[in-house]
């Protein structure tokens, strides 16, 4: 029994063996249900928890119940703790604690949307998955719900949006066809002129059942779905998804694949996180910066093409290592193309800092506080620019990021400014790392060999700090061995009540620039 | 503002004068069916389906095996060309595919198979049903005669994509490709549009929002299907409880461009043959 488990066992005052070991960094903690709000107070007061993820899963063909789960990073122990619950199909019902942490909102929403079970005590508990003419009682992810057949359109009024009154007040709705190029949602203003009153969120458009698909496919095929959950997220989804059954399985990944693994996510998330400046600089309309950004993001994919052979770092993760080795001289290509575009870069984001005309529209809109997001349990870029101090590369290392050596910026203000910096300054990070990576690779093999089969019965947790934020997948094997649930977490399921919350006060014009600062996925939400 | 200036004069122009004929490591695989003999190496391989093998009828001692491989659904991760022990999978660098049908991305022939050793003997490549490549060209024309041609205003419509597809349609307007010299603009409204640019295995949740854009776009509209999931349901299959499928499933597509994403010269090229500039070619 580990130091951790001991001093988790304190905390949430239950007997220390009940505290078990998972895989390496992973803890697991068996509780009955009715117990969760008070567990999840300890964990988040007296352990400093972050919920991560929260999620059924249907175990009624072994146990006759279905099973809830919780994610917790607990980054001063370094590990994750895991806490489930059996749930019983005959009153499937489990106490909420929405209230209390509402990070857990939607994720229970979700849950009694997809699996029926019954979040007791939520403070909103309508659907949030489920579109209005979804019919009653369907549970898509229980297995004895036929997922390869169309479902029958029924009508409904489940998403009431909030009415207003008054003179010259009135709603605004906008999409889910929006009209940029962007992926659909809904939003629905209600606004005083031009003040924003509130803004209501209808998301789950580009509900595609990715999770229940898993469940369908050879675990080695998992990788490409995976890549697939949010398109500009590819390394880091299907690194979330690899991680979590190499975990499993037991599978070594070699220290050359490690490295090389760290090279294809960092490159993901620099050129993600040019082309969010250079849209943010569209969205005010700087439209020198913002075509110089685009320039500057062609390039890099132009580089990634050249030396992986896929633009968007697409087919280079599989499970056990990487797709392709990275030769010499890819590698020296790399550090070629990187350092132009170091200088580019500082170049670019000079101009857009010294500029007033820029600056006065970012200092200010859609400010997050520190308290608020802390509060709403927001993660990932959104969390670091609120003076949140979080990154799972440092707190819980994944691949070669425990021998590497990068800060994680944090910034105080919250607002799209605060958004853009940390952007920036991560790119700074990004770059001495891959210089590190670069400057000699592991002499070892790019992949490991992998077994015929996974574990029968076993479940892992995989989780990767990617651009946005944290991914996390969970997965759990059969009798045979196959995926049986496969669980994922965006980023963006964590941050969408984030822009809702900062929205009131703003104008609508500002709208654009402060959904863009956050830029969050609809496809990695919606699944 | 005198930095941006000499920058800018330094910079020169980026848009590359021509950007067709770039090719890739890797565009789509290509199939040497006289080397294939009919196992299932590749089938199993593939994780969306993209080449499967039917069984049509029992001939004699012998099955008669279709064998098919189909750009519409490939997301070109390459694992059939590794998985084939007989080396008859190729890979083509040409990436600006794009096809007027579903059955036009597709090649097909037939093999004698023994039962016993499970190996095929090649017969031949089977005929696509439908229009051949030019004679679709030639109706589409037709139908946008006199009215498109010179400038094409373009409503894109995610209708459940990853997001992939859309970060290479939006590069496509950036100043290496720059679109809008060839008279292509994005517009935002559909009522302004020429042609729908659609993404995405159209989900159960898009299917009533993109018939309505459909029905709010003026005649005569084009509607193009991008990316493995738009052209055939992709990686997220179709008819399942939350995808439909390809977009034709919901409209009638006038324009196919394959690829996990199509690059964007793919894109480009396809909005062309939707212009009805270019020809729609599936192998060079
Ligand atoms: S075709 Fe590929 S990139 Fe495009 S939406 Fe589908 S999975 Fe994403």
Redesign the pocket.
């Known amino acids: 029994m580990t130091e951790h488990a001991a001093t988790v066992a304190a905390a949430l005052h239950v007997p220390a063996h009940t505290v078990r070991e998972g895989c390496p960094g992973e803890l697991l903690l068996e509780v009955e249900a009715r117990d969760f709000p008070v567990l999840a107070d300890h964990v988040s007061h007296d352990l400093q928890g972050r919920l991560l993820s929260l999620f059924a899963s249907d175990d009624r063909a072994h146990t006759g119940q279905f099973r809830l789960h919780q994610v917790w990073s607990l980054p001063q122990l370094h590990t994750f703790l895991l806490l489930t619950a059996p749930v019983d199909p005959a009153a499937p019902a489990v106490p909420s604690i929405a209230a209390t942490h509402p990070a857990a909102n939607w994720f229970e929403r979700e849950v009694m949307d997809l699996y029926g079970v019954i979040p007791e005590g939520h403070p909103n508990p309508t659907r949030v998955a489920l579109h209005d003419d979804w019919p009653d009682n369907a549970w898509a992810l229980r297995k004895d719900f036929p997922g390869e057949q169309p479902v029958p359109r029924a009508t409904g009024d489940h998403h009431p949006f909030r009415p207003v009154t008054g003179e010259g007040v009135f709603q605004v709705p906008v999409g889910p066809v929006h009209a940029g190029i962007i992926e659909p949602g809904h939003f629905r203003f209600g606004v005083a002129g031009e003040p924003i009153l509130y803004l209501q969120l209808r998301l789950f458009y580009v509900h595609k059942g990715i999770e229940k698909r898993f469940e369908r496919l050879p675990w080695r095929h998992g990788v490409y779905l995976a890549?697939?959950i949010s398109?500009d997220t590819a390394v880091g989804h299907a690194l979330a998804y690899a991680h979590a059954i190499e975990r499993l399985g037991h599978i070594e990944v070699p220290p050359r694949a490690q490295a090389i693994r760290v090279v294809l996510l960092e490159l993901e998330r620099i050129y993600n996180h040019t082309s969010d400046i250079g849209a943010i600089a569209t969205d005010v309309a700087f439209t020198v910066a913002a075509s110089r950004a685009q320039a500057l993001r062609e390039r890099l994919v132009r580089t990634h093409d050249l030396v992986f052979g896929t633009r968007?770092l697409?087919g280079t993760i599989s499970v056990g290592g990487v797709r392709r080795d990275l030769l010499p001289s890819g590698r020296e290509l790399l550090q070629t193309r990187l350092r132009a575009f170091e200088t580019e870069f500082e170049d670019l984001f000079g101009l857009l800092v010294d500029a007033g005309t820029f600056t006065d529209r970012v200092d200010g809109p859609g400010t997050l506080t520190r308290q608020a997001a802390q509060d709403l349990g927001i993660v990932g870029i959104a969390a670091r620019a609120s003076g949140i101090d979080a990154d799972l590369r440092r707190d819980h290392p994944h691949d070669a990021f425990a021998g590497l050596q990068f800060t994680v910026p944090v910034e105080d203000g919250g607002d799209v400014r605060a958004r853009l910096m940390i952007r920036a300054r991560e790119i700074e990070q990004s770059l001495a790392i891959l210089n590190q990576v670069l400057r000699v690779l592991p002499d070892t093999p790019w992949a490991a060999t992998l077994p015929d089969a996974l574990p029968a019965r076993a479940s892992a947790l995989g989780w990767v700090e990617a651009w946005r934020g944290p991914c996390t997948h969970w997965v759990a094997t059969d009798d045979h061995g196959a995926l049986t649930r496969v669980k994922v977490t965006d980023p963006s399921s964590l941050n969408w009540p984030a822009l809702v919350h900062v929205m009131p006060g703003n104008i609508i014009p500002d709208f654009p620039v402060i959904n863009k600062s956050f830029n969050l996925s609809y496809?990695g939400n919606d699944r | 503002m005198l930095g941006i200036l000499t920058k800018s004069l330094r910079t020169g122009t980026l848009t590359e004068a021509g950007p067709f004929g770039g090719q890739a490591s890797f565009g789509f695989p290509v199939m040497d069916f006289t080397r294939c003999v009919a196992c299932d190496a590749c089938t199993r391989a593939c994780p969306t389906g993209a080449i499967r093998a039917e069984a049509v009828t029992p001939v004699l001692a012998h099955v008669l095996t279709h064998v098919s491989l189909s750009y519409a659904a490939c997301?070109q991760c390459r694992a059939c060309v590794t998985a084939c022990p007989e080396q008859a999978i190729s890979v083509s660098p040409d990436i600006e595919v794009a096809a007027y049908s579903r059955d036009q991305l597709a090649r097909t022939a037939s093999f004698d198979v023994n039962p016993v050793t499970g190996r095929g003997t090649y017969r031949q490549v089977e005929l696509a049903p439908g229009l051949s490549l030019a004679d679709a060209a030639a109706q589409l024309k037709a139908r946008i005669l006199g009215r498109l041609g010179r400038s094409l205003h373009v409503r894109q419509v995610d209708a459940?994509?990853?997001?992939?597809?859309?970060?290479?349609i939006a590069a496509t307007a950036n100043p290496y490709y720059d679109l809008e010299r060839f008279g292509i603009h994005f517009v935002a409204s559909p009522r302004h549009a020429d042609a729908l640019l659609v993404?995405?295995?159209v989900t159960r949740n898009m299917e009533v929002a993109l018939r309505k854009t459909y029905e709010a776009t003026p005649e005569p509209r084009v509607v193009v299907a991008?990316?493995?999931?738009?052209?055939s349901g992709?990686?997220?299959g179709e008819g399942t409880y939350a995808a439909i499928g390809g977009v034709d499933r919901v409209l009638p597509v006038d324009v196919y461009i394959p690829?996990?994403?199509?690059r964007p010269q793919a894109i480009l090229n396809g909005l062309l043959v939707a212009m009805g500039v270019r020809e729609a070619r599936v192998n060079r």
């Open positions: 890549e697939s398109g968007l697409r496809s | 997301i459940g994509s990853c997001n992939g597809c859309e970060l290479e993404t995405g295995p991008v990316g493995a999931c738009g052209c992709g990686l997220f690829g996990c994403p199509p």
